[in-house]
């Protein structure tokens, strides 16, 4: 019947956002996975799992305060059992501490009745397990500690990420499980698989998946939207026309207006990863215009082309 103050080291005036940052750090102190060998960690984890959660209830923490439940949320003892001073207590007309029922005559129909029937209209009936008026006092069992979670790594590819496909992954006992990834994945994204851990006398642990995001040879990724670099030929600059681009998912055309240079941004809508809100970024394509490093032909036409004089780098100021 611990003080539930005590158990996490904050005063009875403390605020919710101390309770709470005492519990992250005893939690944290104290959980299973991180005592493996020490069972009284465990006991204690559980105590300030309940403590914690009697405090972050306004209405128990107010009847705690008010001394009509224990620290472990049951009723506190009723009609000052064990109280005395005023008539009817030791020794006065009613007996029992403050007007109890020793020294008045009860007839329960035969000898030895089992008041416990009286009791349970007053508490609620009994608790799970039959124990009666007595068990009603009776401490909270300690909730059983689970099994330790296990951790993994998931490597995926980048175009796999960017759409959301589906990943299968092995577990520690063999089994396979295809995972769904979620929208707005990452590199370090956990995702949690409730009851795959190692077992427990309180169930089995999580596994929790980290996920790895390959880097791709040629996209990137910038927040939603995918990047590309695409080479372009001088004659596709020049004139323009179709060309073939790859995405996240497949080839897509894409038309280039004459006279393209390089540097130039191109957006394909919705070739992005998937958003955490919904919908989907876009995908970037920059041109590159690629000239053959030893092409005679070009060297002559250049040679011998006389447009009128133009400086490309007027707006530079050079």
């Known amino acids: 019947m611990a003080d539930p103050y005590q158990t996490l080291g904050v005063a009875r005036s403390a605020s919710e956002a101390d309770i709470k940052k005492a519990y992250r750090k005893l939690a944290k102190e104290l959980h299973p996975d991180r005592n493996k060998d ?3 960690a465990s006991e204690r984890f559980s105590q ?32 000052g059992f064990g109280g005395g001073g005023r008539p009817g207590g030791p020794g006065g007309p009613g007996g029992m501490g403050g007007g109890g029922f020793q020294g008045q005559q009860f007839d329960f129909g ?25 068990s009603g006092f009776g401490r909270r069992q300690q909730p059983r500690a689970k099994g330790a979670n ?24 063999g089994k396979t499980i295809d995972l769904k990834l979620p929208a707005g ?71 280039i207006a004459p006279g393209a240079t390089s540097g130039k941004v191109l957006r394909l809508k919705g070739k992005g990863f998937h958003k955490k809100g919904g919908g989907r970024g876009d995908q970037l394509v920059t041109l590159m215009v690629d000239l053959p490093a030893d092409d005679a032909a070009l060297k002559a036409f250049v040679v011998d082309w006389s447009p009128e004089e133009r400086n490309p780098r007027d707006a530079m100021g050079v």
């Open 150 to 173: 296990v951790q993994y790594r998931l490597r995926v590819p980048f175009v796999d990420a960017a759409a959301m496909a589906a990943q299968r992954i092995t577990l520690g006992d």
């Open 110 to 134: 035969g000898e030895g009745a089992d008041m416990s029937d009286i009791f349970e209209g007053l508490f609620g009936g009994r608790q799970a397990g039959g124990g009666g008026f007595a």
């Open 38 to 40: 020490n069972p009284k």
């Open 185 to 255: 994945v990452e590199d370090g994204t956990q995702m949690r698989l409730s009851g795959k851990g190692e077992a427990g006398p309180g169930g089995a642990g999580d596994a929790i998946v980290t996920i790895e995001v390959v880097p791709h040879r040629f996209f990137t990724r910038e927040g939603d939207d995918v990047r590309l670099d695409l080479p372009i030929s001088l004659r596709e600059a020049v004139l323009g026309g179709a060309v073939k681009a790859p995405t996240v998912e497949k080839p897509v055309m894409l038309t």
């Open 48 to 79: 300030v799992t309940g403590a914690y959660d009697l405090l972050t209830d306004k209405d128990k923490r107010a009847r705690f305060d008010r001394g009509e439940i224990d620290g472990d949320g049951n009723p506190a003892a009723p009609f």
